[in-house]
């Protein structure tokens, strides 16, 4: 049988880097295909190559047996691939309207008509059973809806391959169910869909077929069926996976002594309702809650980033006064921001550069971090959390997604804070280095540092967190102390009566 | 000689500007370009003084550089019903709609300075000076100075003004006549100090510190200002080893004469309501055809010490 | 675990010879060879120095000499374009600056005191846009739009306030500074020196051009991060301000004049084009002190060798656009891509 889109022999190197090496991938028409593998892997790169938006530098591909040319995003277009990327790319100051026909205007006497033009953004949209207001700007609706209008937009009539590049990253249980169900209705159209994700449970949920990269390197291709999860993981990590979710009651608990840090009614208008939080030295703290309950709020909140209306803090039993990054840094207190891209990494400046920043920030201008200091940390760094970049000079915006969160975090490390606020430590992470972090958190944690998590991954709390504050609707609804923590509590405590 | 003819010419011009005389009280609405640099408020400055003197009621209109407030001034002139107006327009092109609507008025409209394009029959006459004609004075002085017989370097003024043109084109004109004359070196100062040193520092390294040089001719002072120093800094001297012509005669340029660092410089006036107004009453009270371009007359102020 | 697997070594002689062409000075150092070796031709004596008046004399160092002012913005430039700014009012700076010492002269101010005055007029114009910037929160080209198109006005209203209509002054020690030399050196170039080495020891041997390259990189992390950008930013408006203002005294030192309108003028364009013929990116996040000095020696070495050349004026600007134009493409990582993929493709 003729395979919907099949790649042969695809490479593509770049400077210092082999990214890809010869390799072939196939999905059939109405079939959903798992492309799995570590950041780093390629999956990202014959993505991009099939999406014309990367031309490979080897390799043929081939659409319902034709072999094609695909050099440019408009190429791919033409032939009916379409794409959603792991990073909304919408404009967000534009409507919906405008988000969706941005490429393909109808037109009328030559000029844009735009009531065809709405109604056609009605119709993408209905198809995928979403109604909404489409004249507004796509910046004022959730990630979530942004998600499902960046789906809407790559869905032509006449597509043939869609690419979902981890959709799912950034929506809950309910949204997750509604993508699914599209996704089966277009299976069932017959087109071939590649899904790209970092949640394992999803991809035995919806695929059909896995293929996993290691290197650049294909390393499987089966039915999904024939792969169980723990095959599949080790094909990633080309190891076994020691099984770092589940929470052994032998582990000894770090927390000792006072409270290194308490906020007592902290909270702003409109975005947190004031809160109570403490947390003691060698302590996790997991922040617990739904999209948009207020995870990343109480976080910023504790940091400073945003500045609270209310309330009080105390670090080490001195009063904080006005939050702010600045002085949360004196303080000793870091923070890892969710959105790596906006709010954590400075992409043109080196790994080293990256890593050296909060550190360098608390000493002050004038007291430089000697070349000599920097690269010893930067690499120090590199090797603790296994940085995947050739070396420390590399700008940081080249490397992938999860080495920039890790770059993000080696900052944080890097400015010796006693108390470490990580937003999303995990989010768009692999399982290797989801593993990996988390041991990291362990570590951190014995050796004295008091910790909050806010996580979406209600196993990664549980297997991290002494205490797990539950947030619902921007409130604290209640806390979970050690021996009762488990996915159903925190469950059973969101879905309980709130008040 | 054809210079006596072009200096005869100015004075023609100047006899039948001074004709004029101001017997009964009139109202002339007057429409400057604006304020800047030196030569245009010390102009205001002159018809306005110079409208008190001759007993005219003038309606002073500042543009501030913008054409659409030339526009708006000028309507409101012929809205108020002046004996005459006078234009010193900011832009040459656009006028044809407002000069009709004053010709349909019946109020004689006179230019000042620029030039505009199109009907020249809307307008009465134009009351200015000749650029043309100020480089042809350069030229015949620094061909007096020299008995014909100079190699001359070139401070333009900036690229495709008309002033620049036309001085320029004026003093070829002179110089094309004497085979032993010759502009070697010509580049654009931008009319300023700044830019004429740099040219001057530019030449000198250029023609070994002007081996064989005998003339600068810059089409403005300061550009010739700017050039004076750069000449002292690479231990020259100016006035002295090199003809120094130029135009505007500023008053820095009064004190370099005085010293002995220039030549020569063409005065371009600023005190010259006493040639406008005497045309515009004249005409105010006899209607009589005037020419086209009336031509306020230039003066050469040349050093004593000039030419040995 | 480390992920160094696909990291390649490549071959010695080849990844040489890549180093030198994806250097980022190549293609200025070609532009500046070229206009020189045109030179060289269409003047033979270009080269030369000599000793005049008791200080070197010639072509070349006119270049370094004319570049001055144009530097000196420039670097300031570079550190505003390094905060993703942009300081459109570095010529205002010195016609303000030029009026500010001409009026101070005719007051009789001791001179010493004059230049004093004049920098620290100079700080606060740099204040001025860096409040806009950094705490208004005002886009770097519209906040200092504003200083632009008034402060030559400015400079005039400075020059009315003692009747000055052609104002110029004398000031031995004034001029010195710019026209004066040390040795055989011109003293604006000793001067200049020692502006950059102390502008670069600040970007370069504190911490300064990290935290500014934060900022300028990614305004939101580096806030996260806990550095103050509005200090940042200030700094770097303030430094700008600073070296327009010695711009100013030099060139108003120069021509001894006060002449608002046309002191300086466009000197923001040169300097802008400067950095980015030095790989700077407007986009900020980025300082190369060094490089963008090479900018602005490529665009005198132009300037310099179009007067002595004898061309005439009307191609001035023309010669000037096609020359910047070509660098900028050659700066163009995609252009240079695709040159070095017709390159391989050429070879076996």
């Given amino acids: 049988m003729t395979a919907r889109i099949e790649m042969t022999g695809v490479s593509k190197a770049f400077p210092g880097v082999r990214a890809l090496d010869g390799v072939d991938f196939r999905v059939e028409a109405g079939e959903v295909h798992a492309l799995m593998g570590e950041n780093g892997a390629g999956k990202s790169t014959l993505i991009k190559i099939m999406t014309g938006a990367l031309r490979g530098d080897g390799g043929e591909i081939r659409l319902d047996g034709r072999p094609v040319q695909i050099g440019g995003p408009g190429d791919a277009q033409a032939l009916g691939i379409g794409a959603v990327y792991q990073e909304v790319n919408l404009i967000p100051t534009m409507s919906v309207t405008k988000n969706l026909t941005l490429l393909r205007q109808p037109r009328r006497f030559g000029l844009i008509d735009w009531r065809a033009a709405r109604e056609r953004a009605r119709e993408r949209l209905r198809r995928l059973d979403v109604d909404i207001d489409v004249e507004r700007p796509l910046g004022s609706y959730s990630v979530a809806v942004q998600q499902l209008v960046a789906i809407a937009r790559a869905l032509e009539d006449d597509t043939r391959v869609l690419v979902l590049d981890e959709p799912t990253a950034s929506l809950d249980a309910n949204e997750t169910a509604l993508l699914f169900k599209i996704v089966r209705d277009l299976k069932a159209r017959g087109l071939a869909i590649v899904f790209i994700t970092h949640f394992i449970d999803q991809v035995y949920a919806i695929a059909d077929r896995i293929s996993v990269l290691r290197n650049g390197r294909l390393v499987g291709c089966a039915p999904t069926a024939e792969l169980p999860p723990p095959q599949m993981i080790a094909l990633m990590l080309g190891r076994e996976l020691e099984r770092a979710e589940e929470r052994t009651a032998q582990t000894p608990s770090a927390v000792r002594g006072?409270?290194?840090?308490?906020?007592?009614?902290?909270?702003?208008r409109r975005l947190m309702q004031p809160f109570d939080l403490s947390l003691r030295a060698g302590e996790v703290v997991g922040l617990a809650g739904l999209l948009g309950s207020g995870r990343t709020e109480v976080a910023k909140l504790i940091f400073g980033a945003i500045k609270s209306d209310s309330g009080a803090m105390t670090v080490a039993g001195a009063p904080v006064g006005a939050a702010s990054p600045g002085r949360s840094l004196h303080l000793g207190i870091a923070f890892c921001p969710e959105d790596r891209k906006a709010e954590g990494i400075v992409a043109e400046l080196s790994v080293r550069e990256n890593i050296v920043l909060a550190l360098q920030t608390k000493r002050g201008v004038f007291r430089r971090l000697s070349h000599s200091e920097q690269q010893a940390l930067a690499d120090n760094m590199i090797e603790a959390l296994a940085i995947a970049t050739p070396d420390a000079e590399k700008p940081v915006g080249q490397l992938s997604g999860g080495n920039q969160q890790k770059v993000v975090l080696a900052r944080a490390l890097a400015s010796e804070p006693r108390i470490l606020i990580l937003d999303e430590p995990t989010r768009g992470i692999d399982v290797g280095a989801h593993a990996e972090i988390v041991a990291l958190i362990r570590r951190l944690c014995a050796d004295g540092l008091g910790l909050v998590v806010a996580s979406s991954e209600l196993d990664e709390l549980v297997a991290v967190s002494d205490r797990i504050a539950v947030l619902k609707d921007r409130r604290k609804i209640g806390e979970i102390e050690e021996r009762a923590i488990n996915r159903q509590t925190i469950i059973d405590t969101i879905a309980g009566p709130s008040s | 000689m054809k210079i006596a003819k072009w200096l005869g010419g100015a004075a023609i011009a100047a006899t039948l500007v001074l004709a004029g005389s101001s017997a009964f009280a009139v109202t002339i609405g007057f429409s400057q370009v604006g304020d800047e640099g030196d030569w245009r408020p010390a102009f205001s400055k002159d018809m306005q003084e110079e409208?008190?003197?001759?007993?005219?009621?003038?309606?002073?209109?500042?543009?501030?550089?913008?054409?659409e407030e030339q526009l708006k001034a000028v309507r409101a002139f012929i809205a108020q019903k002046v004996d005459a107006i006078i234009?010193?327009?900011?832009?040459?092109?656009?006028?044809?709609?407002?000069?009709?609507?004053?010709?349909?008025?019946?109020?004689?409209?006179?230019?000042?300075?620029?030039?505009?394009?199109?009907?020249?029959?809307?307008?009465?006459?134009?009351?200015?000076?000749?650029?043309?004609?100020e480089g042809k004075l350069a030229g015949a002085w620094l061909a007096q100075a020299s008995k014909g017989n100079c190699k001359i370097v070139e401070l333009q003024g900036t690229v495709g003004s008309a002033p620049a043109i036309e001085r320029k084109k004026g003093f070829e004109a002179v110089t094309s006549l004497f085979p032993d004359m010759k502009i070697v070196k010509s580049q654009s100062g931008d009319f300023t100090t700044e830019g004429g040193k740099k040219v001057m520092e530019a030449f000198i390294k250029a023609t070994d510190n002007l081996k064989g040089i005998c003339g600068v001719f810059a089409h403005n002072d300061n550009m010739q200002l700017g050039a004076i120093q750069a000449m002292k800094e690479a231990g020259l001297k100016p006035g002295k080893d090199v003809l120094m012509v130029s135009v505007d005669y500023v008053p820095a340029m009064k004190e370099a004469l005085a010293a002995g660092d220039a030549n020569a410089s063409v005065e371009l006036r600023s005190a010259i309501g006493k040639y406008i107004y005497p045309v515009v009453t004249q005409y105010l009270q006899d209607h009589k055809e005037l020419p086209k371009w009336i031509v306020i007359p230039s003066d050469l102020h040349a050093a004593k010490t000039a030419g040995n | 675990m480390k992920h160094a697997g696909n990291v390649e070594a490549e071959t010695q002689p080849a990844s040489r010879l890549r180093a030198i062409f994806t250097h980022r000075a190549i293609w200025p150092v070609i532009a500046l060879a070229l206009i020189f070796l045109v030179d060289g031709i269409i003047s033979p004596g270009f080269f030369q120095i000599r000793v005049v008046e008791g200080r070197?004399?010639?072509?070349?160092?006119?270049?370094?000499?004319?570049?001055?002012?144009?530097?000196?913005?420039?670097?300031?430039?570079?550190?505003?374009?390094?905060?993703?700014?942009?300081?459109?009012?570095?010529?205002?700076?010195?016609?303000?600056?030029?009026?500010?010492?001409?009026?101070?002269?005719?007051?009789?101010?001791?001179?010493?005191?004059?230049?004093?005055?004049?920098?620290?007029?100079?700080?606060?114009?740099?204040?001025?846009?860096?409040?806009?910037?950094?705490?208004?929160?005002?886009?770097p080209i519209i906040a200092t739009l504003i200083l632009m198109t008034s402060g030559r006005g400015i400079g005039l209203m400075i020059n009315l306030l003692y009747g000055g209509t052609n104002p110029s002054f004398t000031s031995p020690f004034l001029q010195g500074l710019s026209v004066g030399h040390i040795g055989l050196i011109p003293t604006r170039l000793v001067l200049f020196g020692a502006i950059f080495l102390a502008l670069w020891l600040l970007v370069r041997r504190t911490a300064f051009g990290l935290l500014l390259e934060a900022v300028g990189g990614n305004p939101a992390a580096a806030r996260i991060v806990g550095i103050n950008a509005r200090l940042v930013i200030y700094s770097a408006y303030l430094i700008s301000g600073f070296c327009a203002g010695w711009a100013g005294v030099v060139l108003a030192a120069d021509t001894h004049t006060s002449d608002p309108v046309s002191i300086g003028l466009y000197v923001e364009l040169?300097?802008?084009?400067?950095?980015?013929?030095?790989?700077?990116?407007?986009?900020?996040?980025?300082?190369?002190?060094?490089?963008?000095?090479?900018?602005?020696?490529v665009i005198q070495a132009l300037t310099t060798s179009i007067l002595t050349s004898g061309l005439p004026p009307e191609y001035n600007l023309v010669v000037k656009a096609v020359v910047v134009l070509v660098v900028l493409l050659l700066q163009s990582a995609n252009l240079r891509a695709a040159l070095y993929r017709m390159f391989a493709r050429a070879k076996p």
């Fill in chain 1, 258 to 268: 006072e409270p290194i840090l308490v906020a007592e009614g902290v909270g702003r």
């Fill in chain 3, 56 to 139: 070197l004399f010639g072509n070349l160092i006119d270049i370094l000499y004319r570049a001055t002012p144009t530097a000196l913005v420039a670097i300031g430039m570079a550190v505003v374009i390094g905060t993703k700014g942009i300081d459109l009012s570095v010529g205002a700076i010195i016609a303000i600056v030029g009026a500010v010492i001409t009026w101070r002269i005719h007051a009789g101010d001791p001179h010493g005191l004059v230049l004093l005055i004049a920098l620290a007029v100079a700080l606060v114009c740099g204040l001025w846009n860096g409040f806009l910037v950094a705490v208004l929160d005002i886009q």
């Fill in chain 2, 87 to 133: 234009i010193a327009p900011v832009v040459t092109t656009g006028w044809g709609q407002v000069l009709a609507e004053a010709k349909k008025a019946n109020i004689p409209v006179f230019l000042a300075d620029r030039d505009v394009e199109g009907d020249k029959s809307l307008f009465v006459a134009r009351i200015s000076a000749d650029f043309n004609l």
């Fill in chain 3, 270 to 297: 040169d300097a802008i084009l400067a950095v980015v013929i030095g790989g700077g990116s407007l986009a900020g996040g980025r300082i190369y002190l060094g490089m963008t000095l090479l900018g602005v020696l």
């Fill in chain 2, 51 to 67: 409208a008190k003197k001759e007993g005219i009621d003038l309606k002073f209109a500042d543009a501030q550089g913008k054409e």
